[in-house]
């Protein structure tokens, strides 16, 4: 069942109602519990209609199982990527071997009233 319910838990709950609202207005509360059952599902049953109404046939073409995120495996992921052929244009970047020259230590810059930072208006 959903939620960690049992059926045991279920029936002790059952139980337990049963005891608090007592033999008297049993029958009243349990007609009141159908109802909301059934309104509970017309509610589902006009969503679902709606739904499928708005979104047209794409709905039915759409695999919920992929959309599930219990079916996310990080693992999975990483050794699908890890196993995919890359690109050629790629491949070949990767195998060229460019060694850079360490860069210069940058001074700072003393700025003054000639010398101004430099300063982006469409960036403020």
């Known amino acids: 069942m959903q939620f960690g319910l049992t059926f045991e ?10 005891l608090i609202v007592g ?14 059952v ?12 709606k739904m499928r109404d708005e ?11 992929k959309l599930d995120p219990r079916q996310y495996d990080p693992r999975r992921i990483i050794r ?3 196993m ?3 690109s050629p ?7 060229k071997t460019v060694i850079a020259e360490p860069a210069a230590p940058r001074i700072p810059q003393e700025f003054s009233a000639t010398n ?9």
């Open 23 to 36: 033999p008297d207005r049993l029958p009243r509360v349990a007609e009141g519990f159908a109802k909301w």
């Open 9 to 18: 838990k279920l029936l002790l709950i059952g139980l337990i109602v049963v």
């Open 84 to 86: 995919d052929d890359p």
């Open 80 to 82: 699908e990527a890890l």
């Open 38 to 49: 059934r309104k509970a599902g017309e509610y589902v049953r006009d969503t679902k209609s």
């Open 89 to 95: 244009a790629a491949a070949a970047a990767a195998t």
């Open 116 to 124: 101004k930072p430099p300063f982006d208006i469409e960036a403020t």
């Open 55 to 65: 979104m047209g046939p794409e709905l039915d073409d759409v695999d919920w199982r």
